[in-house]
């Protein structure tokens, strides 16, 4: 068993003879968005799924060593001392109380699950950080060999780090230290645009496409020192995380001369063109950190992982321009996949199991790997809020909700096992019709409560992905963003340039348009009958309907809301907000 815990994004994993049996993330258990807790839920639930108990778990593995990350606090603070004094004060009682005695805190935690589960010193073991994240990213891969690539905020010291996996072994080659970070860097921009760190980073590779990259050429002269060979360092001068209690400090602020964007706030041209910038630096970073890579190396294969993984529009510009003919990345890249990659170093370093590699597919059984719930759940479920509901064969099924969503219905969907992740990949999805060119704002305003730029990704059949998108390689876990291609965009020049480019949201940009971002580009998810068959069918259905084959994919919550795990949560979703079908598996509510 693996587990993360402590810092954000907490999540339990198991496997069996090196086969993924469960893994969820906490949040979704608790109702508590990035839930950093001990993760006890998430731990019953694998426990339950394999049905046994505790003590029949052979290892039981943290995803990082606390020892080191608490030597790297006190160096960092002996090195900037006398500044982050404060930090220092408030951080110190915390490691003396909690994390000095994390061993113990994790057997306790571990005995309030199993009271007969007892440590032996040989039953809980420690993976380092960026270990477990190129773990999480090798060894689910299709690769035999591959050069690993983990970028990320920080581990204990490690902040980017090149390994090589090979069967089932892992070397480390390469890495960067903190405090320069990719990861850091790109969250001191979050935070400086009023966006919650370790949490709102996506919002700012929403919100890059309404401005302009004006300001990377400063990022890059003043911010962030590149060299040839992609490796960097930042200037601290300009940054407070190293010791501070913020993300950025008045030399920041001086630079762009403009102070940090108070939450909620309104989003000005100026803030959209920041956004647009550091996007711009970080593609170009990792793009030269990438070829590099492929230049020194010359593998063909190369996978990813660490929160900065999770950048779709960055992957697509290294499958497209570094020179790896193919890119695999964890799905769960960010610390809920570093529970995952523990279990799997453990297994295959540890231990020294052999790795059975299958070219033509990863092992993460396509993310699927929560829970799911029987009919009667669901029916009891459905009785308690005195819904009424139809129950439907998967022949009525799916093209009664294809109907429902080309008439511009809104579906809230919820069928099988739960994903392990950030994206919904059809299992707890919000599905829509990607033809409405005001179906973004509809979504957005009445259903997400969310902030209006916010782009929606396609699920696309995927012998057809190649006829819309410029891309070349399959997505399953939507992470990968690529351009509409040429022949499905529609002319724009005669809506003219509006002053706000929130105001051209509306505007068709392709035969797409709800799912074509502002720059033509999209977010895609491929969907093929043999991974996904369920949402393949559903799309399918669609398909044979009006000619279109994809839907709109988009996560079954509220925003600030972690994605709906059971029966209820998708109950209270559906009623408090504009969703205007509720399926649950085949059980179908429709209001009104």
Same mark, same amino acid.
């Given at each position: 068993?693996?587990?993360?815990?402590?810092?954000?994004?907490?999540?339990?994993?198991?496997?069996?003879?090196?086969?993924?049996?469960?893994?969820?993330?906490?949040?979704?258990?608790?109702?508590?968005?990035?839930?950093?807790?001990?993760?006890?839920?998430?731990?019953?639930?694998?426990?339950?799924?394999?049905?046994?108990?505790?003590?029949?778990?052979?290892?039981?593995?943290?995803?990082?060593?606390?020892?080191?990350?608490?030597?790297?606090?006190?160096?960092? %603070?002996?090195?900037?001392?006398?500044?982050?004094?404060?930090?220092? /004060?408030?951080?110190?009682?915390?490691?003396?109380?909690?994390?000095?005695?994390?061993?113990?805190?994790?057997?306790?935690? !571990?005995?309030?699950?199993?009271?007969?589960?007892?440590?032996?010193?040989?039953?809980?073991?420690?993976?380092?950080?960026?270990?477990?994240?190129?773990?999480?990213?090798?060894?689910?891969?299709?690769?035999?060999?591959?050069?690993?690539? *983990?970028?990320?905020?920080?581990?204990?010291?490690?902040?980017?780090?090149?390994?090589?996996?090979?069967?089932?072994?892992?070397?480390?080659?390469?890495?960067?230290?903190?405090?320069?970070?990719?990861?850091?860097?790109?969250?001191?921009?979050?935070?400086?645009?009023?966006?919650?760190?370790?949490?709102?980073?996506?919002?700012?590779?929403?919100?890059?496409?309404?401005?302009?990259?004006?300001?990377?050429?400063?990022?890059?002269?003043?911010?962030?020192?590149?060299?040839?060979?992609?490796?960097?360092? !930042?200037?601290?001068?300009?940054?407070?995380?190293?010791?501070?209690? *913020?993300?950025?400090?008045?030399?920041?602020?001086?630079?762009?001369?403009?102070?940090?964007?108070?939450?909620?706030?309104?989003?000005?041209?100026?803030?959209?063109?920041?956004?647009?910038?550091?996007?711009?630096?970080?593609?170009?970073?990792?793009?030269?950190?990438?070829?590099?890579?492929?230049?020194?190396?010359?593998?063909?294969?190369?996978?990813?992982?660490?929160?900065?993984?999770?950048?779709?529009?960055?992957?697509?510009?290294? !499958?497209?321009?570094?020179?790896?003919?193919?890119?695999?990345?964890?799905?769960?890249?960010?610390?809920?996949?570093?529970?995952?990659?523990?279990?799997?170093?453990?297994?295959?370093?540890?231990?020294?199991?052999?790795?059975?590699?299958?070219?033509?597919?990863?092992?993460?059984?396509?993310?699927?790997?929560?829970?799911?719930?029987?009919?009667?759940?669901?029916?009891?479920?459905?009785?308690?809020?005195?819904?009424?509901?139809?129950?439907?064969?998967?022949?009525?099924?799916?093209?009664?909700?294809?109907?429902?969503?080309?008439?511009?219905?809104?579906?809230?969907?919820?069928?099988?096992?739960?994903?392990?992740?950030?994206?919904?990949?059809?299992?707890?999805?919000?599905?829509?019709?990607?033809?409405?060119?005001?179906?973004?704002?509809?979504?957005?305003?009445?259903?997400?409560?969310?902030?209006?730029?916010?782009?929606?990704?396609?699920?696309?059949?995927?012998?057809?992905?190649?006829?819309?998108?410029?891309?070349?390689?399959?997505?399953?876990?939507? /992470?990968?963003?690529?351009?509409?291609?040429?022949?499905?965009?529609?002319?724009?020049?005669?809506?003219?340039?509006?002053?706000?480019?929130?105001?051209?949201?509306? %505007?068709?940009?392709?035969?797409?348009?709800?799912?074509?971002?502002?720059?033509?580009? &999209?977010?895609?998810?491929?969907?093929? &009958?043999?991974?996904?068959?369920?949402?393949?069918? !559903?799309?399918?259905?669609?398909?044979?309907?009006?000619?279109?084959?994809?839907?709109?994919?988009?996560?079954?919550?509220?925003?600030?809301?972690?994605?709906?795990?059971?029966?209820?949560?998708?109950?209270?979703?559906?009623?408090?907000?504009?969703?205007?079908?509720?399926?649950?598996?085949?059980?179908?509510?429709?209001?009104?």
């Amino acid at each position: 068993m693996g587990i993360s815990a402590y810092y954000h994004d907490s999540a339990a994993c198991l496997l069996k003879d090196g086969d993924i049996l469960a893994a969820a993330q906490e949040e979704r258990f608790s109702r508590i968005k990035n839930d950093d807790a001990f993760p006890a839920n998430s731990i019953k639930y694998c426990l339950d799924y394999a049905g046994i108990s505790l003590s029949q778990v052979d290892h039981i593995v943290y995803y990082e060593k606390p020892f080191l990350k608490f030597e790297r606090l006190l160096e960092t %603070h002996l090195a900037f001392a006398p500044v982050g004094v404060r930090s220092f /004060l408030k951080a110190m009682p915390l490691w003396l109380k909690e994390k000095l005695y994390f061993k113990r805190m994790l057997i306790k935690g !571990l005995q309030t699950i199993d009271p007969n589960w007892k440590y032996d010193n040989k039953n809980l073991l420690f993976t380092e950080h960026h270990q477990s994240h190129a773990a999480s990213a090798f060894y689910p891969s299709p690769f035999e060999r591959a050069i690993i690539l *983990t970028v990320d905020g920080v581990g204990e010291w490690a902040t980017t780090s090149v390994s090589k996996g090979d069967g089932n072994t892992i070397t480390a080659l390469q890495h960067i230290n903190f405090p320069h970070s990719i990861g850091l860097l790109y969250s001191a921009f979050t935070y400086y645009l009023g966006f919650k760190v370790n949490c709102d980073e996506y919002k700012v590779m929403g919100l890059a496409p309404y401005g302009k990259p004006i300001y990377t050429f400063l990022i890059l002269k003043e911010l962030i020192d590149v060299k040839d060979d992609g490796s960097f360092r !930042l200037n601290m001068k300009y940054f407070n995380y190293a010791t501070g209690l *913020t993300m950025t400090g008045n030399n920041f602020e001086r630079l762009f001369k403009t102070p940090v964007r108070g939450k909620g706030d309104e989003l000005l041209e100026f803030h959209m063109d920041i956004a647009a910038s550091i996007q711009k630096a970080t593609e170009y970073v990792m793009l030269k950190l990438a070829t590099n890579l492929y230049d020194t190396y010359h593998e063909d294969n190369l996978c990813l992982a660490g929160g900065v993984a999770l950048n779709c529009v960055v992957n697509g510009k290294i !499958l497209q321009q570094s020179g790896f003919k193919n890119i695999w990345i964890q799905p769960a890249a960010g610390d809920a996949g570093g529970a995952l990659g523990a279990a799997l170093a453990v297994h295959y370093e540890h231990l020294k199991q052999k790795r059975v590699v299958d070219p033509a597919q990863d092992t993460m059984h396509n993310a699927l790997l929560g829970p799911s719930f029987t009919a009667d759940k669901i029916k009891s479920t459905l009785d308690a809020h005195n819904l009424q509901y139809n129950h439907y064969t998967d022949d009525e099924l799916y093209p009664l909700i294809a109907a429902d969503i080309a008439a511009g219905k809104v579906i809230g969907y919820f069928k099988g096992r739960m994903e392990f992740g950030p994206r919904a990949l059809g299992a707890r999805s919000i599905i829509a019709d990607p033809r409405d060119g005001a179906m973004q704002s509809v979504l957005n305003k009445k259903i997400k409560f969310r902030e209006s730029f916010r782009p929606f990704a396609p699920a696309v059949m995927e012998e057809f992905a190649d006829e819309y998108f410029d891309l070349g390689a399959p997505s399953p876990y939507m /992470l990968l963003v690529a351009q509409v291609r040429p022949e499905k965009r529609i002319d724009t020049e005669s809506t003219g340039l509006e002053a706000s480019a929130f105001a051209r949201i509306n %505007h068709a940009r392709s035969v797409i348009p709800a799912v074509t971002h502002l720059d033509y580009s &999209a977010r895609l998810q491929t969907v093929n &009958a043999q991974q996904h068959p369920d949402l393949y069918q !559903l799309i399918k259905a669609f398909y044979d309907l009006t000619g279109c084959p994809m839907v709109i994919n988009t996560s079954f919550n509220r925003m600030d809301e972690p994605i709906v795990c059971t029966p209820e949560d998708a109950v209270l979703c559906f009623l408090n907000t504009g969703i205007d079908v509720l399926v649950i598996e085949r059980f179908v509510v429709r209001k009104g």
